[in-house]
Structure formats: structure tokens, C-alpha cells
């Protein structure tokens, strides 16, 4: 988990990438911690994306994330940039620190950026996960996880809880491609696209 350091600095905080390369981008995922704690849970942010870390520009997104463990996933028009900042406007109790479980970004073909390891929490589960009609299906699953997915455009079309023994979840999508990103508890990540026909 990534953490600012405790400190009374007023707000905002931010936290700058270099992604090593320039990438096309159009969604972002937050994950808050994992645990049973609220500490340091983003309220209001910005994110900017650039190419040159001296310069920034407009957000392309701002907004305010709701006070609980689900993934705060949000699109933006397709962007081409090397760096990224995300600024905690404020924390969701109003403390002096943030945290976060995972960042990461997407673009319109869903494939994750690269250069932000230092950032992302790299998964060691290898799960099983694929479209059987309109359901989805996920094995090897150890104890319960957060499932999303979003279609193509960054829409969140299902959030759900599932436990070990719930290995097909019952949906309603309509025909297309995917992204079913599962959360474990860990604070780990597995996502993969699927096809439902």
C-alpha cells in the first residue's frame, strides 16, 4: 500500500508518475487500502496527464469518490501522455494523509499501461476467467473478492462481492467485449477481457 508521509501539511497532496514512455490513455482505476480501515481514502481529486512534468494544463477529470473499499474507475477522452499526477483535493475524514492500494490506467483496447510498477501492486493469483453466454465465469478464486466490469467505453457495468464457492456470476450484459477486473483482498489485481455472445 502506498502511503504519504504523515505530516500537517494542508491539502492537496499529490503523487507524480513517470511512466517511462508515452501512452494513450482513457480510463483510471483508484483502488483505496484493503483493510478495515478508512485512513487516507481520497475524497476530491483532479488527474492530469502531460508530457511534460512542468506542465500540466486542465484535469481531464476531476470529481468526488464515495468513503468505502470498491474501485473508483473513471474515463476521460483518449489521451496521449508520459506523466500523470492524481491530486487529493481532500481525504475522506478530513485527515492530513493519503493512501491508496493501486493505481492504473487504461486505454480504449484495455491493455494496462506500462512504467508505473512502482505503483501497482503486480498480481501473483493466475485466475481462470471467461464468458459462458451472458455469465461469467472465474476459477482457482480463494475466499471472497470485488469483481467489476466495465465495457468498452470505462462504464461500470457490474460491482459484486463474490466468495469462493460463487464461481459463476449471473448477468445481463448485452453482446460485446469486456474488461472483468477482480480485486482480491490482498489489494491484488487480475483482469482480463471477455467476449459475450
Given at each position: ?75 476521460f477522452k483518449e489521451t496521449n501522455a508520459r506523466y500523470f499526477k492524481l491530486v ?94 477482480v480485486l482480491l483482498k490482498s489489494g491484488e489485481l487480475i483482469s482480463k477481457k471477455?467476449?459475450?455472445?
Amino acid at each position: 500500500m502506498w502511503q504519504t508521509k504523515s505530516n500537517n501539511d494542508p491539502m492537496p497532496y499529490h503523487i507524480t508518475v513517470d511512466m517511462h514512455k508515452e501512452n494513450t490513455l482513457s480510463v483510471f482505476e483508484y483502488i483505496p487500502r484493503q483493510d478495515s480501515y478508512t485512513t487516507g481514502m481520497i475524497k476530491d481529486y483532479q488527474l492530469f496527464l502531460s508530457n511534460n512534468p512542468n506542465s500540466w494544463g486542465q484535469p481531464v477529470a476531476t470529481g468526488t469518490w464515495e468513503s468505502n473499499h470498491e474501485a473508483k474507475i473513471i474515463s476521460f477522452k483518449e489521451t496521449n501522455a508520459r506523466y500523470f499526477k492524481l491530486v487529493a483535493l481532500s481525504e475522506v475524514k478530513g485527515r492530513k494523509v493519503i493512501t491508496a492500494a493501486n493505481l492504473r490506467f487504461w486505454n480504449n483496447d484495455f491493455k494496462a499501461s506500462t512504467g508505473v510498477e512502482n505503483v501497482l501492486v503486480q498480481p501473483k493469483n493466475n485466475l481462470d476467467i471467461w464468458a459462458v453466454g451472458k455469465n461469467i465465469k472465474i476459477n482457482k478464486l480463494s475466499g471472497k473478492a470485488n469483481v467489476y466490469i466495465v465495457d468498452l467505453a470505462g462504464r461500470l457495468m457490474l460491482n459484486k462481492v463474490v466468495h469462493q464457492q460463487d464461481n459463476t456470476i449471473q448477468t445481463s450484459l448485452k453482446n460485446g467485449i469486456y474488461i472483468v477486473t477482480v480485486l482480491l483482498k490482498s489489494g491484488e489485481l487480475i483482469s482480463k477481457k471477455v467476449i459475450v455472445r
